[in-house]
């Protein structure tokens, strides 16, 4: 089984809403992202866990909280988010996190609409 | 700092043409070099990588890559290209030291039948 999983599909929120992004794979991989990408551009990484721990935050608002409650999980907690938040939001994991090693996996990622 | 640039920012082509994609990396050291793709409301899958060894790498759907250290290139190429292959193509690069991919700004292939 190589998929990563992301739940919803989309989601609609608006400014003042608190959400939740979920993502899983079963892959037994111990490095977990999320990306954001808008239309036509390239995925922008934003956050990365390594064994479950947080090892990168790539200077993202603290509106987007990420949690990884175990190694398959990994969530993305919205609030008070922008209109200019919204994007397609992806999930990908990796048998570790060096990346000259190992290959992502992407997830079909949730497409988020800020109202 | 690490980045990528892909050269053609959009690509049309009719059916059976040859397709060549441009993808260079400016970083010093050892890298790693991939290649995904996007097709319509899909997401990203990998298409070929390469890590060592043989720097022509064979990918899924017909499609090859050609590392070239000297030019610090690595394009994607297919013989004949289908209307199926209508998608965005990113070039990423990985190194030994990060953690993070780096994505070039994409290509968007448009096939004509």
């Known amino acids: 089984d190589t998929e990563v999983t992301q739940t919803p599909k989309h989601l609609v929120m608006g400014m003042t809403n608190k959400k939740s992004l979920k993502c899983e794979q079963h892959m037994g991989h111990r490095a977990m992202y999320w990306y954001k990408q808008k239309a036509k551009k390239p995925p922008e990484l934003m956050f990365v866990y390594s064994y479950e721990k947080l090892s990168i935050n790539e200077s993202v608002p603290s509106r987007f909280s990420p949690e990884c409650p175990n190694s398959s999980l990994l969530n993305l907690h919205l609030h008070a988010l922008q209109p200019e938040d919204s994007a397609l939001y992806l999930c990908a994991s990796s048998q570790d996190s060096v990346t000259a090693l190992y290959e992502q996996y992407f997830g079909p990622g949730t497409r988020l609409t800020v109202t | 700092a690490q980045s990528v640039s892909q050269h053609n920012h959009h690509v049309i082509l009719s059916e059976a043409a040859s397709l060549e994609l441009g993808c260079n990396y400016s970083?010093?050291?050892?890298?790693?070099l991939f290649w995904y793709v996007q097709y319509p409301g899909q997401h990203l899958q990998l298409l070929l990588k390469y890590f060592s060894g043989d720097p022509l790498v064979k990918g899924i759907k017909g499609f090859e890559a050609e590392f070239i250290k000297s030019k610090f290139s690595f394009n994607l190429r297919k013989p004949s290209v289908q209307w199926s292959d209508t998608a965005e193509y990113f070039c990423?690069?990985?190194?030994?030291?990060?953690?993070?991919?780096?994505f070039g700004k994409g290509t968007t292939l448009s096939v004509s039948s």
């Open positions: 990423a690069v990985g190194d030994q030291a990060g953690t993070a991919l780096i």
């Open positions: 970083y010093g050291g050892t890298v790693n």
